[in-house]
């Protein structure tokens, strides 16, 4: 059986791609979440039960301070948007490098478990804004890592696998549900209120509730107002 790690922050994005990963291609799963300094902490305890709730191998979070480093609204004394315009520019709540970060250290727990695969629910469509989340990033960390660690020199190469890369967020919906993924497990907010609850203003709420409205489904998690 192949083994894969998974980058798994508790989202609707990647707990579809550990689905993915562990339903449809029928890979051994090992899933990384990251407490790297956000202020949508409740997203670990979504990761935790979406790992379980799949059937991951085993499920570790690693501790990382990107709000030492600061520049994002996910991080830093910065408002997250509300109800904001689409823009074609990087947002504010780009967090500056994190997929290189994440993914180098998703590398080293490559490494050490043996696996062939790295999985990643990065998007193009809906968060085009994030140079992170692009083919060629992704393309290139894997050379990148291929030519700087012990499977890659040594014959083992990782692969990377991005599924959703070119999916709308209604297409994510549609497929997780096909696999049989609960999504009143995870968490997308990127501002939850102080109950843990979704604000339903922020890019990340409109981006999953629009996903379920074109779908013609009510999303399982409770947003202020309904």
Same mark, same amino acid.
């Given at each position: 059986?192949?083994?894969?790690?998974?980058?798994?922050?508790?989202?609707?994005?990647?707990?579809?791609? #550990? *689905?993915? %990963?562990?339903? @449809?291609?029928?890979? &051994?799963? =090992?899933? !990384?979440?990251?407490?790297?300094?956000?202020?949508?902490?409740?997203?670990?305890?979504?990761?935790?039960?979406?790992?379980?709730?799949?059937?991951?191998?085993?499920?570790?979070?690693?501790?990382?301070?990107?709000?030492?480093?600061?520049?994002?609204?996910?991080?830093?004394?910065?408002?997250?948007?509300?109800?904001?315009?689409?823009?074609?520019?990087?947002?504010?709540?780009?967090?500056?490098?994190?997929?290189?970060?994440?993914?180098? #250290? *998703?590398? %080293?727990?490559? @490494?050490?478990?043996? &696996?062939? =695969?790295? !999985?990643?629910?990065?998007?193009?469509?809906?968060?085009?804004?994030?140079?992170?989340?692009?083919?060629?990033?992704?393309?290139?960390?894997?050379?990148?890592?291929?030519?700087?660690?012990?499977?890659?020199?040594?014959?083992?190469?990782?692969?990377?696998?991005?599924?959703?890369?070119?999916?709308?967020?209604?297409?994510?919906?549609?497929?997780?549900?096909?696999?049989?993924?609960?999504?009143?497990?995870?968490?997308?907010?990127?501002?939850?209120?102080?109950?843990?609850?979704?604000?339903?203003?922020?890019?990340?709420?409109?981006?999953?509730?629009?996903?379920?409205?074109?779908?013609?489904?009510?999303?399982?998690?409770?947003?202020?107002?309904?």
């Amino acid at each position: 059986m192949n083994t894969a790690v998974v980058l798994l922050s508790g989202g609707l994005d990647s707990s579809t791609a #550990l *689905a993915w %990963a562990i339903k @449809e291609q029928g890979w &051994a799963c =090992h899933t !990384v979440a990251f407490d790297y300094g956000q202020r949508h902490r409740i997203e670990l305890q979504a990761a935790a039960r979406v790992a379980t709730a799949l059937g991951a191998h085993s499920h570790r979070v690693i501790r990382v301070d990107l709000a030492a480093i600061g520049g994002s609204a996910l991080t830093d004394d910065i408002d997250v948007p509300k109800d904001a315009p689409d823009s074609t520019g990087i947002p504010v709540t780009y967090v500056p490098a994190r997929n290189l970060i994440f993914l180098s #250290l *998703a590398a %080293a727990v490559a @490494e050490t478990v043996q &696996a062939r =695969h790295l !999985v990643i629910g990065a998007n193009i469509v809906d968060y085009s804004g994030y140079p992170d989340c692009r083919p060629e990033f992704l393309e290139a960390f894997i050379r990148a890592a291929n030519l700087g660690t012990r499977s890659g020199t040594a014959g083992q190469p990782l692969e990377i696998a991005a599924p959703l890369i070119t999916l709308k967020k209604s297409q994510i919906i549609a497929l997780g549900r096909k696999l049989g993924l609960d999504y009143g497990l995870t968490r997308s907010c990127y501002d939850p209120r102080p109950d843990g609850s979704p604000c339903g203003h922020c890019d990340s709420c409109r981006f999953r509730r629009q996903g379920f409205a074109e779908l013609q489904l009510t999303d399982p998690l409770h947003y202020p107002g309904d």
